[in-house]
């Protein structure tokens, strides 16, 4: 069965510093894999996706997120945390089902 | 403008009083779908629908019925709502399920409170 397990209910760094969010997932099949963000208040907006053409995927506001099949892992980054990325990030596994599996979300507090 | 639309956004009701969550997307996205969020649990699917008049249960149906009968449209009903379904529930759509297009685009959120 397929799974997805994200490392720290919450993480907190300083403004400017590194961001790295963990997903780790379990699949007998290639993985489709995503990162959602969810600002308070907000639905989920999808951040970046795993389409296996590039193992390092870019997606919007600086974050990027590098697929590791041998770690079976797809963190999330950021080189330098900024304000506004405070929110709830959530991992997603989709593909050979009819629905996409969710991560219980990393909270992510950025300090000034 | 793409989007999915839930109404409304904020729900207090009474237990066993029947509610309708409406849920509507304007890109012609065959597939759609109810999750619940709770704190520590992540996104949940309740029901989803691959096409009009095609639907099927997810990890946590129950109390919760849908209906697809327009390709737009996807409520979700409760029928005698009980405080454990108090939570956020969102509704999402996606061109395709089980591909590189299963992109899901969310609505706003449904904050619904049984007392």
């Known amino acids: ?3 997805v397990t994200q490392l720290g209910s919450h993480v907190s760094v300083s403004e400017g510093a590194l961001v790295l969010l963990r997903c780790n997932y379990s699949s007998s099949v ?3 894999l995503f990162w959602y963000v969810q600002y308070p208040n907000q639905g989920l907006q999808l951040l970046l ?3 296996s053409a ?4 870019k997606g919007i506001n600086g974050f990027e997120a590098e697929f590791k099949k041998s770690e079976t892992s797809f963190h999330l980054t950021k080189p330098s ?3 506004s990325d405070a929110a709830e990030y959530f991992c997603a596994f989709g593909g050979a089902t009819n629905k996409l599996i969710f991560g219980t979300g990393t909270l992510l507090a950025v300090q000034p | 403008e793409a989007q999915v639309t839930q109404n409304p956004r904020y729900l207090i009701t009474v237990t066993g009083k029947k509610l309708t969550v409406t849920c509507s997307q304007n890109m012609n996205h065959e597939y759609m779908s109810w999750y619940r969020q709770d704190p520590g649990l992540g996104l949940r699917q309740i029901y989803y629908s691959m096409n009009v008049e095609v639907t099927d249960k997810g990890d946590v149906p129950e109390g919760y019925k849908v209906s697809r009968k327009e390709k737009r449209n996807f409520p979700l009903i409760l029928e005698s709502p009980s405080p454990n379904q108090t939570s956020l529930y969102f509704c999402a759509s996606s061109l395709e399920q089980g591909t590189l297009n299963t992109e899901a685009f969310f609505g706003q959120g449904t904050r619904l409170t049984v007392v």
Do not use: E, G, I
């Open chain 1, 49 to 51: 996706k795993y389409t």
């Open chain 1, 54 to 57: 590039a193992t390092l995927v």
């Open chain 1, 1 to 3: 069965a397929q799974s």
């Open chain 1, 30 to 32: 290639p993985p489709y």
């Open chain 1, 81 to 83: 945390a900024h304000m």
